[in-house]
């Protein structure tokens, strides 16, 4: 469904943006099984909608083995037992393996592979979220003011791309992958987002102008590296939305693609940059 009765696509774009919205927020304020909850939600509708992008392809990925690895790789997320997720990947990977060696279909190989990036791409780089909103240290009581950073950084990326984009651009970013993105777009999403991400981190108390103005590039370049992924698998499969369960926006993968490379570079970078010096102490050591 493209359009809401009564509505024109713009107006149904932004009521279906600003429901989405408040929701995500709210599930991120309240943290824990509320938010636990949202990933699950969007596990299982972005992984019914990657396989159906894949099935397009000619692939089956097993849509079960992808579920059920979310879900387990969610549950050593959410206990904060991340001494665990290589063992988890590991069991996923052999699970993958299992379902096309007994119960599988040609191609073979692709099957497997197509298995094991679906819970990696829909369940394990999401699910970071629930580690960047829960991380803490003397100086920071939580992540949470980082994900308001990221989403900001993310939006702002949009909202600079395309005006951008529409206004000034005239040499195209990936000519074959996404046609209609530009680098003038490009470099106003790069622009908003590090502007946004420094306002945000003014008000988070302890947060060096520096350190927001990173956080802000690294967030809006991989925000527009995830999205153009995603359209390199639309592309590469033959569809143009990956479904149509989000009036005016597609699926829910078109909306989310932006946030799941996002997610697990903000956390990473919080953690061995913002919120310990762990990194930045073995290069020292190394000299």
């Known amino acids: ?6 509505l024109n696509k713009n107006a149904t774009r932004m009521l279906t943006g600003f429901i989405m919205g ?4 709210g599930c991120i304020m309240l943290g824990g099984y509320y938010l636990l909850a949202l990933l699950i939600f969007i596990i299982y509708v972005g992984s019914k909608e990657y396989v159906k992008i894949l099935e397009h392809k000619g692939f089956y990925p097993s849509l079960k083995i992808i579920i059920a690895s979310g879900l387990f790789i969610a549950l050593i997320m959410f206990l ?16 993958a393996f299992m379902w096309v060696l007994f119960r599988g279909r040609q191609p073979y190989i692709a099957n497997v592979a197509t298995t094991i990036l679906g819970f990696v791409y829909c369940g394990y780089f999401p699910l970071h979220l629930l580690l960047l ?21 993310i939006l ?8 951008a984009g529409s206004k000034f651009g005239k040499h195209k970013l990936a000519p074959v992958i996404s046609p209609n993105k530009t680098i003038e777009g490009s470099i106003g999403g790069i622009v908003c987002a590090i502007l946004g991400a420094m306002v945000i981190g003014y008000f988070i108390q302890g947060v060096q102008w520096h350190t927001s103005f990173f956080a802000g590039l690294a967030c809006t370049v991989f925000a527009q590296i995830g999205d153009l ?3 390199l698998i639309k592309r590469d499969a033959g569809v143009k939305d990956s479904g149509h369960s989000l009036p005016g926006h597609g699926g829910f993968l078109d909306r989310c693609d932006s946030f799941i490379f996002t997610i697990p570079v903000m ?21």
């Not at 408040?22 to 927020?25: A, D, G, R, Y």
């Open 22 to 25: 408040t929701i995500t927020m």
């Open 229 to 231: 992924c995603e359209s």
């Open 133 to 153: 909103r829960d991380l803490s240290s003397p100086q920071f009581n939580d992540g949470l003011g980082f994900v308001v950073m990221m989403f900001t950084a």
């Open 1 to 6: 469904m493209d359009e809401i009765k009564g």
């Open 80 to 95: 904060h037992s991340v001494e665990y997720i290589a063992l988890a990947l590991i069991v996923c990977s052999f699970a």
């Open 156 to 163: 702002l990326t949009d909202v600079g791309c395309y005006y």
């Open 267 to 287: 956390y990473y970078f919080c953690k061995y940059f913002v919120f310990s010096n762990d990194i930045m102490n073995f290069v020292k050591g190394l000299f």
